[in-house]
């Protein structure tokens, strides 16, 4: 029998927390499995019978090599989720697709490079590449660092990136965001994180914001919305194996995480076994 890949980074490999859990569940139920590192050139990945993308979170300064790879991936074997929907849900321009077809998406400004660096909100606000993962290169600003603000959007402008700039939701300083986890397009559960963009905020080893989690259960209303996101997904949710939802409250949509989310795995339990038979499902289709 091929094993399963699970995709990592080099960099990611020793700090995501749901790798050991997932080998093992895939373990418990006969499917071999190993991590693998998604730009290492000695890996032929004919060898699997399954690539999932899981924690390659250095992909964002080499985006357009990493779908590249994608494709080239699933042209030997399977690879979860798709191809077309890491191209599509890695650039965060998505938003305005899922806004246009009636999502609650928050209020996003959208600058370009060379575009003027114009902020057109009141109150505190946050800016953020469009191209980004792990809130790295996103700060939270008041009217009174307009100066900074402007300067971190013409640093994004600099190297090229699209910039987003949204109003800062000050209900996730209490509430937090809740961020609700589907298994092959079925709710599997969700988890409360505190707020991210502090003037403290501490990054691990470069790659992503350190968060504070909790088990949550959400609410109907974060239900039916986070329904919703992902029946607006091009090609159906029934193609995609895993996905997180983000809201904040209201709810409103903050981001839709296809490529390669976290999925707290220890914080609800059996989900990692939930997936490990999902993937079993997945590999027994013709």
């Given at each position: 029998m091929k094993p399963v890949a699970l995709v990592t980074a080099a960099a990611a490999r020793a700090l995501d927390e749901d790798l050991p859990p997932l080998l093992l569940a895939l373990e418990t139920i006969d499917l071999p499995a190993e991590a693998v590192v998604w730009d290492d050139p000695a890996v032929d990945w004919s060898r699997y019978a399954i690539a999932i993308v899981r924690s390659t979170w250095d992909y964002v300064p080499r985006r357009d090599a990493f779908v590249a790879w994608a494709e080239r991936v699933a042209s030997v074997t399977r690879l979860a989720n798709s191809p077309a929907i890491l191209r599509w849900n890695t650039d965060k321009r998505y938003l305005r697709e899922l806004a246009a077809g009636g999502a609650p998406v928050v209020t996003t400004h959208w600058i370009e490079p060379g575009d003027p660096a114009r902020v057109p909100f009141d109150g505190a606000f946050v800016v953020k590449p469009a191209i980004s993962a792990g809130s790295k290169d996103t700060?939270?600003?008041g009217t009174s660092e307009m100066d900074a603000a402007v300067a971190h959007i013409r640093r994004l402008q600099a190297d090229r990136r699209t910039?987003?700039?949204q109003p800062y939701l000050s209900g996730v300083d209490e509430h937090g965001e809740t961020g609700m986890v589907f298994l092959a397009?079925?709710?599997s559960h969700a988890i409360r994180k505190g707020a991210i963009l502090r003037p403290?905020?501490?990054?691990?080893d470069g790659l992503f914001a350190k968060?504070?989690?909790?088990?949550?259960?959400?609410?109907?209303?974060?239900?039916?919305?986070a329904e919703k996101v992902l029946?607006?997904?091009p090609g159906g949710r029934e193609q995609l194996l895993y996905a997180r939802v983000d809201l904040a409250p209201g709810p409103v949509l903050l981001e839709l995480e296809l490529a390669e989310p976290s999925l707290f795995f220890a914080l609800s339990d059996?989900?990692?076994?939930?997936?490990a038979r999902a993937i079993s499902a997945w590999l027994r289709r013709t």
């Open positions: 700060a939270r600003y910039v987003m700039v397009g079925e709710y403290d905020v501490q990054y691990v968060e504070d989690l909790a088990r949550r259960e959400p609410s109907a209303a974060e239900r039916a919305a029946d607006l997904v059996g989900a990692e076994h939930r997936l």
